[in-house]
């Protein structure tokens, strides 16, 4: 099996697959409306993001901080958002940026 990178409009898919048809199998099976832009089979087996990329940077773990406003959120975006710029002073493109990765993992 090998790795591969499926975008759509609204997203990049990271999963293991044979060859492409079965990734674009798989990309279909989650996201039934959405339709492949870009497949591509990754070099290796890992797959890497830059945390200066999403905006985290510096010392303070903006993780914690955004779990926190999440939780207090009850997970609505807009409201975590709002609560990580005002504990934070982050701008709203940070701010966004942060909690939209933690909402990715699942918090």
């Known amino acids: 099996m090998a790795l591969f990178e499926i975008e759509t409009q609204s997203h990049i898919v990271i999963t293991w697959a ?40 510096g010392k303070i773990d903006p993780c914690d901080i955004a779990r926190d406003c999440l939780a207090k959120a009850s997970g609505d975006k807009l409201a975590a958002i709002r609560l990580y710029m005002q504990h934070t002073g982050s701008d709203l493109e940070h701010s966004r940026k942060i909690i939209e990765s933690n909402m990715i993992i699942g918090w």
Do not use: F, H
């Open 18 to 57: 044979n060859d492409e048809e079965q990734a674009r199998q798989i990309l279909y099976n989650y996201y039934p409306s959405e339709e492949a832009i870009r497949v591509t089979k990754r070099p290796r087996d890992a797959w890497v993001i830059s945390k200066s990329a999403l905006g985290i940077t």
